[in-house]
């Protein structure tokens, strides 16, 4: 994973990105993520605990469902940020959450990003903010053979790649527009930046598309409703 976010970024002209873990509690089902194992495989060059952005909401089970452990850290957090970006390199803060928002519910990350915004706004600070791999949607032609084509007309949930991704398909935005072609047929399906699975690169294929026969463009509307939903469009300081 961390190989292919450094390729992105390195395609965007950027070095090597510091994630930082905004997490309160670290033990999780995923092995990579339970416990220091990611902040083990990275080092602490790469890795950043900020416990002090966590939701402390995970602990208590009381109260409202956001309540970040010491809000103040957000002036620590930009800091980092911007002597990252003398360096020529980003800082992705995660939590366990897929989505910003999701069916109603909201991640304690938007809050983060909140207060970061009060922040950068208040010292004055250009930034901006976005869910990485970041972008606008795009329109993908993919020529599959006839097999794939079939499974993902009839509701498969992953278009193989391959072997290999390049950093184009790596970095894909989130609701991208893929048109698969195959044997004079076109289909399209809303995806996400190419992920490992079962040995090879594949793009995700998002639920809740239009009706399979709509054109492309109630797909590029749709898109635009997921992102707005999901909380993927980027904000600015």
Same mark, same amino acid.
């Given at each position: 994973?961390?190989?292919?976010?450094?390729?992105?970024?390195?395609?965007?002209?950027?070095? @090597?990105?510091? /994630? &930082?873990?905004?997490?309160?509690?670290? %033990?999780? =089902?995923?092995?990579?993520?339970?416990? !220091?194992?990611?902040?083990?495989?990275?080092?602490?060059?790469?890795?950043?605990?900020?416990?002090?952005?966590?939701?402390?909401?995970?602990?208590?089970?009381?109260?409202?469902?956001?309540?970040?452990?010491?809000?103040?850290?957000?002036?620590?957090?930009?800091?980092?940020?911007?002597?990252?970006?003398?360096?020529?390199?980003?800082?992705?803060?995660?939590?366990?959450?897929?989505?910003?928002?999701?069916?109603?519910?909201?991640?304690?990350?938007?809050?983060?990003?909140?207060?970061?915004?009060?922040?950068?706004?208040?010292?004055?600070? @250009?930034?901006? /903010? &976005?869910?990485?791999?970041?972008?606008? %949607?795009? =329109?993908?032609?993919?020529?599959?053979? !006839?097999?794939?084509?079939?499974?993902?007309?009839?509701?498969?949930?992953?278009?193989?790649?391959?072997?290999?991704?390049?950093?184009?398909?790596?970095?894909?935005?989130?609701?991208?527009?893929?048109?698969?072609?195959?044997?004079?047929?076109?289909?399209?399906?809303?995806?996400?930046?190419?992920?490992?699975?079962?040995?090879?690169?594949?793009?995700?294929?998002?639920?809740?598309?239009?009706?399979?026969?709509?054109?492309?463009?109630?797909?590029?509307?749709?898109?635009?409703?997921?992102?707005?939903?999901?909380?993927?469009?980027?904000?600015?300081?």
């Amino acid at each position: 994973m961390t190989e292919a976010v450094d390729a992105v970024e390195k395609s965007r002209g950027f070095k @090597p990105p510091t /994630f &930082v873990d905004i997490r309160v509690r670290r %033990s999780v =089902r995923a092995a990579g993520f339970n416990g !220091p194992s990611f902040e083990k495989l990275l080092g602490t060059k790469r890795h950043v605990w900020m416990k002090s952005l966590g939701n402390n909401f995970i602990e208590t089970r009381e109260g409202p469902p956001i309540q970040i452990a010491d809000p103040k850290a957000a002036k620590d957090l930009l800091q980092l940020a911007k002597t990252h970006a003398l360096e020529g390199r980003r800082l992705i803060y995660f939590c366990s959450c897929q989505w910003p928002r999701f069916e109603g519910k909201v991640c304690h990350r938007v809050e983060v990003t909140r207060l970061l915004l009060k922040v950068a706004k208040d010292e004055g600070s @250009p930034v901006e /903010f &976005v869910e990485w791999p970041g972008g606008q %949607s795009k =329109r993908v032609p993919l020529k599959v053979a !006839p097999e794939i084509f079939r499974a993902v007309r009839k509701g498969g949930k992953t278009i193989p790649l391959g072997k290999k991704a390049d950093a184009e398909m790596l970095g894909l935005p989130w609701c991208s527009v893929a048109t698969l072609h195959s044997d004079g047929e076109s289909i399209h399906r809303l995806v996400g930046p190419a992920v490992r699975s079962k040995g090879q690169w594949c793009l995700p294929v998002l639920d809740g598309c239009p009706e399979p026969n709509a054109g492309i463009a109630g797909f590029d509307k749709q898109a635009e409703k997921f992102r707005r939903d999901l909380g993927l469009e980027s904000v600015e300081a």
